[in-house]
Antibody, heavy 121, light 110 residues
Framework: QVQLVQSGAEVKKPGASVKVSCKASGYTFTGYYMHWVRQAPGQGLEWMGWINVNSGGTNYAQKFQGWVTMTRDTSISTTYMELSRLRSDDTAVYYC??????????????WGQGTLVTVSS | QSALTQPPSASGSPGQSVTISCTGTSSDVGAYNYVSWYQQHPGKAPKLMIYEVSKRPSGVPDRFSGSKSGNTASLTVSGLQAEDEADYYCSSYAVSNNLGFGGGTKLTVL
């Protein structure tokens, strides 16, 4: 069965960076795009971007351009999301989510368990 | 501010039907059939319930259905059950921001 297992909770100071990992299993890792979505406490979902796991190509939401980096390591079936210059309003649960199709459909079929990132001085 | 507009709350009694709306524009919901709906229980990850406006992934009960008219998409939950109580989010592809979500609707089963 498809599983996405994310790294554990992080506490960071303002201005620092955080890198969240998402290890996939149960399917052909390079066959699907991976998205990242975040959710601030008590708030809604916010799409951050996707990575073409096969080629490494990325597409970031305009808000996050220059600020987020998505990468992957195919040898260990893991994608990463790194967010820099953290601010307190970046405190959120960060999810990886696998696309439903082999090309980008924007339908997020499988989700990781989420990683809480807390930004506090 | 969310890209798509949803009512903050909806409710119904067990066995009843409830419809949640999701209003976008002619640049997103109205332009593409890339509309999906997610269910999220407290403390859990979202779950895909409807994709491509009206398709259900394997395992999603047929009590859940989706539709679209113009710039507004809708999710209908028929035969409400206690476990349907959750937050529901719509999403749509848009050229401008690729993927936008609604602000979410809290569904209460009375």
């Amino acid at each position: 069965q498809v599983q996405l297992v994310q790294s554990g909770a992080e506490v960071k100071k303002p201005g620092a960076s955080v890198k969240v990992s998402c290890k996939a299993s149960g399917y052909t890792f390079t066959g699907y795009y991976m998205h990242w979505v975040r959710q601030a406490p008590g708030q809604g979902l916010e799409w951050m971007g996707w990575i073409n796991v096969n080629s490494g190509g990325t597409n970031y939401a305009q808000k996050f351009q220059g600020w987020v980096t998505m990468t992957r390591d195919t040898s260990i079936s893991t994608t990463y999301m790194e967010l820099s210059r953290l601010r307190s309003d970046d405190t959120a649960v960060y999810y990886c989510a696998r696309d439903l199709g082999s090309s980008v459909t924007t339908f997020l079929e499988y989700w990781g368990q989420g990683t809480l990132v807390t930004v506090s001085s | 501010q969310s890209a798509l507009t949803q009512p903050p709350s909806a409710s119904g009694s067990p066995g009843q039907s409830v419809t949640i709306s999701c209003t976008g524009t002619s640049s997103d919901v109205g332009a593409y059939n890339y509309v999906s709906w997610y269910q999220q229980h407290p403390g859990k990850a979202p779950k895909l319930m409807i994709y491509e406006v009206s398709k259900r992934p394997s395992g999603v009960p047929d009590r859940f259905s989706g539709s679209k008219s113009g710039n507004t998409a809708s999710l209908t939950v028929s035969g409400l059950q206690a476990e349907d109580e959750a937050d529901y989010y719509c999403s749509s592809y848009a050229v401008s921001n690729n993927l936008g979500f609604g602000g979410g609707t809290k569904l209460t089963v009375l």
